[in-house]
């Protein structure tokens, strides 16, 4: 499906109410590429004839996690080079790439200019990084709005009110590869628990190399298990596939078990993954950054704490959390069928209420009012 992210960044222009700034992000989205690091419009040229240096440049890398040492790597500045026909060939200009990092768009000596840089992550090593070399930082949960926009259907989807339950637990598993590499671990645990049977979820035994020959880049989630293609379904859905629901699956289960992203990091970081049961109305559980939960809480919704235990959620270690949350799957599949029945009726009363602040003006301007403020902040802070 096509995701019309530039209406997003369109928007963000409009409501800062300025016309100094000249916004770069990613084309097409989900790029990482410096060389598609791209102006948002041809305001260009008119803006720094009028406004010279005293232009404003932003860059959006609000849709994945900041990557400081990726835009340093030898294959990225390779790339770059060749892009741009080999003119930063030499070894100095190649440090200066390396140095300037993804600011290497504006110049080979852009290190010395200051850059507006939207993110949203909280508890950043690698914005901490960007901001010494001149990047001023603007946090925002760019997810809030983008799942607004996908989910929309969902406020009145009367499709997602037949329910008709097969499976305790919906646990979405496309790919493992890089930071979701403790999806590998995760799965093993769910066969090692006898939980396979309980959860509506998938597997897919190669992402880009077989599982088996993995890399881990923390031991702690290596497997033994050279078989486990044989408990689950394949998945064969793409990357957009998060930008989309799939009532069906919401109401022949109970709990979604969100993998996020980001798990073995200390950052917060969360993806419109998070996102999608709440606007579906669904109970959750969130593998994720440990504060995960109390970060949703941020920003008023409710999580089931009483009813789930999500002590998990406070647990640093990432393969003691990761098991801690496999316990409590473990624990609710095993509860005596009344008991189980109460324990979603209750959940699904509170996971209703968090579908409807997720709707709610309320929330969605308390999203776009952070924005303002913290990109006002950083303006502010580049013109001082």
Partial sequence: MSVPLDRLY?????????????????????????????????????????????SKLVICNDQEPLNFEFYQSNETVDEFNQTNGNIYHSESARQQVKLSNFKSVFGLYAQKLPV?????????????RYEQIKCVGVYWWSHALISLDWFRYAQLDPALHK?????????????????????????????????????????????GIHYTNHKFINPGFNTTNTQLEKYFKASTVDSTASADYCSNDYVSTQIEVVLETLFDDKRLHLTEKSLRPIACGHPFMLASTCGSLEYLRSYGFETFDGLIDETYDTVHDPVKRLQRICQEIKRISQLPEDQ??????????????????????????????????????????IIN
């Avoid at 948002?40 to 406004?51: A, G, H, I, T």
């Fill in 10 to 54: 369109n928007f963000l222009d409009l409501i800062t109410s300025r016309n100094d700034t000249i916004i770069y992000r990613f084309f097409p989205h989900g790029s990482k590429k410096i060389s598609n690091l791209m102006q948002l419009s041809d305001r260009r040229q008119k803006v720094m004839r009028e406004f010279g240096l005293e």
């Fill in 116 to 128: 507006v840089l939207i993110h949203s992550e909280k508890r950043s090593d690698n914005l901490t």
């Fill in 163 to 207: 329910r008709k339950v097969t499976h305790d637990f919906l646990i979405y598993n496309r790919a493992w590869a890089g930071t979701r590499e403790y999806r590998i671990k995760f799965v093993e645990l769910l066969v090692e628990h006898s939980l396979v049977g309980q959860c509506l979820t998938w597997f897919s035994e190669s992402d």
């Fill in 340 to 381: 189980k029945s109460q324990l979603f009726v209750d959940l699904r009363q509170i996971a209703q209420r968090n579908k409807q602040r997720f709707f709610s003006p309320e929330w969605q301007q308390h999203v776009i009012n952070e924005f303002k403020t913290n990109f006002d902040l950083a303006i502010d802070q």
